[in-house]
């Protein structure tokens, strides 16, 4: 079965599951206790598991990015995918409880508890780090669990700024993508007389003694799954559009306000102690650090993808692992992410060669880090030149030699590694194609006469 017929599967499945009546039992027992849980988890799987796929497909396609859409595609395929669906269910239940405990007195409140339900369980989810080292379906099937053994499961930082945002964002969105609908309440009018008339039918179907009734009440309730799944791919896709741009305006406020402290405190410490200014000045750079990593999330983002993919595959991750290292040795942290573009860009001709990786692909996600990087590199010369004024200013300030030293030893500094971000890394990123597609046709013909 291939990995997209595997994805409908699943969906449909899980969500036919959570559709079908529970097996009638006594409200005390474990029978019925499970049965509902088994109905609930069918039903949060399909729907947003679903949801999730839908709205990434949909996304990559108005991105022009194939790439992504068969990332989407593939995703469900992988235990890790339904990991991560389980954590969210887990946290979808846990929020619920939660609500159900605090009272509230008007539509106002219902609607705010509930976004806060959501949101939450969404916080707790993408908190979770689930890293299962590629292992498969297929390696479950032939009873292969080596891969687990480097398998990683972890929290990531939470960020309270960004749990408010992504919260007022879902609250914002579920109003924007309530009015698109009653925008189109003509379509939506007809779909729900459907839907009712679907349900009716399915029910007279369902115990109608007519061969192949069960078969054509499943596939209705396939169609019901879908629109359920369409619908709330539409919410998540109205709640990425705005969450997005926030989240990234909100951490570009966070980095700038982060050097403007730094700025601050250099500047009072170039009429003080040598300690303090030395200290102040490595907290400028951090600063400024974080803030052109920032600029570079993009590219970064597309680096990862592109691993991701590769792992599926049946990459190595410690070569991954080498590369990273590889770059932060050479290059520093400051300009550790750049290198590792540039560092796997020379290395997937051998993931071309090896089979992991079509030529096209390989094209496309270049061409897409040539875009990103080029995005990037304005904000980061920027960041460069804004810090080079920085310590003139400082110069200009400092009382003693010792002082002009120090932030003269950082001025060159950061001199230094804009000079190798644009005279080496981006050299290396924007090497012409030609060399790429002769390192390929050369690692293919060796290893075509080493098969003869």
Known sequence: MSDRCLTVALILGLGALAACPA???????????????????????????????????????????????GDALRAPASPEFLASLAVFDGALRGSEAVARRVPTRSQLGNAVKQNLVLAGALTVASAVEVDLNGFSYRDAARLDFSRLRDARVGLRQVDGQSLAITTGAFAAAQGIWAGA??????????????????AVIKAGLAVAPVPGTRVAALLLTGVEVALAVGDLAGLLMTAQAVDEPLQAANERRRRRAEVAEGERDASAAAVGGQARLEDALGRLRTARALERAEAYTDVAREDLAMIRRLRERGADRAVFDRIAEQALSDYGPSLALPAQSALLLEHLPQEVAAGRLSQAAFERHRDRVLRAQAEAAARRDATYGEEDETYARLLAQARTPAARDAIQIAREDAAIEAEIERDDLRQRVSAPLASARATVGMLGSLRNGMGE
């Open 23 to 69: 097996e009638e039992a006594a409200p005390e027992s474990r029978r019925a206790r499970l049965a509902r849980a088994t109905q609930s988890y069918g039903g949060n799987m399909s729907r947003f598991g679903g949801a999730i796929v839908v709205s990434e497909v949909a996304r990559g396609a108005l991105e022009g990015n194939p790439d992504a859409v």
């Open 181 to 198: 609908k009653r925008i189109a309440r003509p379509l939506a009018t007809a779909v729900a007389r459907r839907l009712a008339r679907t």
